[in-house]
Structures are given as C-alpha cells and as structure tokens.
C-alpha cells in the first residue's frame, strides 16, 4: 500500500516523540505494518528530517563578529573578575567557548601564548643552568685530579721517604 508523505511524517513524529509509541503499538493501532514504521523512522534518521523545528531564537541570526570587535571583547573580558564574566558575555551574546577561542587565536595571531613566554624564561634559566653545571663539571674534575696528585705524593714519600733526589743521609752531600 502507497502512504503519503504527510502520513508517514506524522507517524515518524508519533514515533519519534518522547514518550511516544512504540513501533508495534503504532502498528496495532493504525493498521501500518511495524517493519514499515520502523523502516520509516530508520530513513527519516538517516536523511536527518527529525531535526527540531526552528524555535524564534534559533531563527535569529547571530551578528558576524569582526576582528576588531572580537579584540575589545577579549581584552575587557581579560580585566574583569571571574563573577562579573558571566555578566559580561551574556551582554554580549557570547559564550565562554567563544571567548577561548577568540583569546587563543589572539595569542597565536600575535604569536605570544603563554608557553612560548613561559618557554623564553625556561631557555635563559636553563642556559644558565647549563653553564653552571658545565662550570661544576669542570671544577670536579680539577678536584679529582689533585686529590689523586695528593694520593700519590703520600704514597711516593711513603716508599721513598722524606728524603730529597740530590742529597744522601749517610753522606750528607
């Protein structure tokens, strides 16, 4: 049996409702096999007609933001406190969302974001480090160096003992 467009519309919508019918319930009570409904709100899924009917507000188109406007937008929203943000963007018809992204791509069009300053401070700090390290690295080993000088000394004079190459005890010359 052929069904108007407008009948299967409507059925779509009785199933598709919440606490709407069930398929075999809608079945029983107009007659239309449950394989044809559920085919019917299977298409209707997949064509996307179920969407929701436009309400007033969704019908309102929102302003194009230009660049300039997104800019005065991220800086006054960057003086304010956290409790009058809330107040702000509601004024201005924006969500926080929107302000991250205006705030994110700012800083990228800029090329200042908060790691690569962060980033800047961390390579002079981590230069220095490097230095110092290297500087240490250097000192250690002129430590170990004597320290094994010293070693051996003591170990020379132990054998040979106190006395000088040129002169002999028992001559004295």
Do not use: C
């Amino acid at each position: 049996m052929k069904y108007s467009k407008v009948f299967q519309a409507k059925m779509v919508q009785k199933l598709a409702s919440p606490g709407g019918f069930t398929a075999n319930a809608l079945a029983v009570e107009t007659g239309v096999s449950q394989s044809t409904l559920s085919r019917w709100l299977r298409e209707a899924r997949n064509v996307g007609t179920m969407s929701r009917p436009k309400t007033k507000k969704s019908k309102t188109k929102k302003k194009p933001w230009t660049f300039l406007e997104k800019m005065r937008v991220v800086i006054e929203a960057s003086e304010l406190a956290d409790e009058d943000l809330g107040g702000f963007l509601r004024r201005e018809g924006i969500h926080e969302v929107e302000l991250e992204a205006w705030r994110k791509a700012a800083q990228d069009a800029l090329g200042v974001t908060g790691k690569r300053a962060k980033n800047k401070k961390s390579t002079a700090e981590s230069k220095r480090i490097k230095a110092l390290e290297r500087d240490l690295r250097r000192k250690d080993k002129a430590l170990a160096e004597v320290s094994a000088l010293l070693i051996l000394k003591k170990k020379v004079d132990a054998l040979w003992g106190d006395e000088d190459d040129d002169t002999n005890e028992k001559t004295g010359k």
